[in-house]
Nanobody
Framework: QVQLVESGGGLVQTGGSLRLSCSASRSTFSTWAMGWFRQATGKKREFVAAIADNGGQRGYSESVKGRFTITRDNAKNTVYLQMNGLTAEDTATYYC????????????????WGQGTLVTVAS
């Protein structure tokens, strides 16, 4: 089990921006694909974005493509999610995931879960 700690959520107006961060507890961070999922109240958890271990491959859900950007800093064991053009539909708790296989992470497989960080977009 790996400890993942998300931060950066908060309340923002429609059209605003936020940057989420997720730090991992292991030095093997650079060998994992990392990603973000989100869950809105009353809805299933859904994929948002993912990035391969070396940053060479990225994936986004259609709902955030062009607005969100996932990046990572392996020296800091941290992955980021820059969110621009936020709308009320982006309101959710955002969770960070880690897995040693990029394709498996897209399905929600993860070696650990964090507590999540809440993003609320006011319309």
């Amino acid at each position: 089990q790996v400890q993942l700690v998300e931060s950066g959520g908060g309340l923002v107006q429609t059209g605003g921006s936020l940057r989420l961060s997720c730090s991992a507890s292991r030095s093997t961070f650079s060998t994992w694909a990392m990603g973000w999922f989100r869950q809105a109240t009353g809805k299933k958890r859904e994929f948002v974005a993912a990035i391969a271990d070396n940053g060479g491959q990225r994936g986004y859900s259609e709902s955030v493509k062009g607005r969100f950007t996932i990046t990572r800093d392996n020296a800091k064991n941290t992955v980021y999610l820059q969110m621009n053009g936020l709308t009320a539909e982006d309101t959710a708790t955002y969770y960070c995931l880690a897995d040693n296989e990029f394709d498996e992470l897209l399905t929600g497989r993860t070696v650990g879960w964090g507590q999540g960080t809440l993003v609320t977009v006011a319309s």
